[in-house]
């Protein structure tokens, strides 16, 4: 039979004895594995306090050891997950010490049950740190998910009365449920009655898709609301057609600028220049008086010449 | 099952020429009240009045939406004010 407590009372006084050879070759392999990008000097720091930590649990000094030793291993983990560093590394950190002290016991046969039990404990505290470390990256990873889901949803105004949402990446049922939940309410607290769906930043429609949009659209109308789809691009008019997908009487445009020329004009909204009054006489270089179109007189035989910029010029003037 | 009888009786008495229902206070819909607000656009039309249904609250919408109601020949409006609009809009 082992006699357990002065194995334990031993390894503990070794431990005291030997800090800082054991500690500082500690240190080496651990700031040798992580590759510099931790300084000496702060990895000495953590491995001091873990030491410290683990000498007490060994020595069974006080039963609130092994809890702040599990606290301040979980914390250690976290702070890596966080710093990007592999689970590898981080495990290895703890393992090492095992290392560091086996170089120094290697020689003495008597210590040979002491490294044992020291061993055993290591072994626990290393799987102690990958279970921290992948729950503290499960977090991340579900913080970023839960962040990007708030990123990816923007309901934006265009014009009083006219909102849109860009939508992009893919679209799953989760998001349909943001996203519709976001559009309903922005109608509701603007009281915008249009509202436009740009789906130029989605790669790919399917039917299951394509069930999402028109259900956002069949809710926006009960509130109301017309709802336009634009940004349809080629390849997904394709699919579209090919799939047999019916979009019914839901309004679609190629273009969020279509889109919007469509809201507008069923708002019974109209986009004129600002000023008319672009052109000048060729003779005496007088700008014409007018400030809208419909009153200028810049006919073929008014003598004014335009000088606007022709991108600024409505479409040919009808009749 | 009142309110489509009360309706009913009111339209044929006064030939009133449209229909606003105030759903906002409505917070929790079922499939029976969706038929109901249908039924009760069908009831009106019958009468040569249009039914504008107004404030849904968006759960309510996500609600029909999901149960695959569409409420067909009902109209819907933002808010009351908006409601009188179409309704002017059509007489």
Redesign the interface.
């Known amino acids: 039979m082992m006699d357990v407590g002065g194995t334990k009372g031993r390894m503990a006084a070794y431990l005291r004895d030997h800090h800082d050879k054991v500690v500082g070759r500690w240190s080496d392999l651990v700031v040798a594995g992580v590759r510099g990008r931790i300084s000496r000097a702060e990895v000495r720091r953590e491995l001091e306090d873990l030491y410290s930590l683990v000498v007490r649990v060994i020595s069974d000094a006080d039963e609130h050891a092994r809890g702040e030793l599990r606290a301040a291993l979980d914390e250690l983990s976290r702070a890596r997950a966080r710093d990007g560093f592999s689970p590898r590394e981080t495990a290895l950190g703890v393992f090492s010490l095992k290392e560091a002290v086996y170089e120094l016991v290697a020689d003495s046969a008597e210590m040979v049950p002491e490294y044992l039990l020291l061993s055993r404990m290591i072994d626990d505290l290393g799987l102690l740190t990958v279970e921290a470390y992948s729950a503290a990256r499960e977090t991340i990873i579900s913080d970023q998910a839960a962040a990007m889901m708030e990123l990816s949803t923007p309901v934006v105004r265009l014009w009083d009365g006219i909102i849109a949402v860009p939508l992009v990446g893919t679209l799953d049922s989760a998001r349909t ?1 943001l996203v ?2 976001k559009l ?2 922005t ?2 607290a603007t ?1 915008a ?1 249009h509202a436009v769906i740009d789906i130029t930043g989605v790669a790919t429609v399917d039917t299951e898709v394509a069930q999402h949009l028109l ?1 956002t659209v ?8 017309d709802c336009t789809i634009s940004g349809i691009r080629p390849q997904v008019a394709q699919t579209i057609v090919s799939l047999g997908i019916e979009f019914g009487d839901v309004a679609t445009k190629a273009t969020l600028a279509d889109a919007l020329a469509l809201a507008l004009s069923r708002a019974g909204l109209k986009v004129v220049p600002a000023l008319w009054s672009g052109c000048r006489s060729p003779r005496s270089g007088k700008r014409c008086s007018s400030r809208f179109r419909s009153t200028c007189r810049t006919t073929a035989s008014c003598g004014y010449r335009r000088t606007w910029p022709t991108s600024f010029l409505p479409p040919a003037r009808a009749g | 099952m009142r309110l489509q009888e009360d309706l009913a009786d009111e339209l044929s008495a006064t030939g009133a020429r449209g229909v606003i229902i105030d759903i906002t206070g409505v917070e929790i819909v079922d499939s029976f009240i969706g038929r109901m607000l249908t039924t009760i656009g069908s009831v009106s039309r019958l009468f040569d009045a249009e039914t504008v ?2 404030g ?3 759960a ?3 609600t ?3 149960l695959g109601l ?2 067909n020949g009902v ?5 009351a004010e ?2 009188l609009e179409i309704l002017n809009g059509r007489s």
């Open positions: 449920q519709m939940e309903l309410d109608l509701v009281g009655d259900k069949g809710a926006a109308r009960l509130l109301g609301a | 249904i107004v849904m609250r968006p309510v919408a996500i029909l939406t999901e569409s409420l109209r819907t409006a933002m808010n908006k409601g």
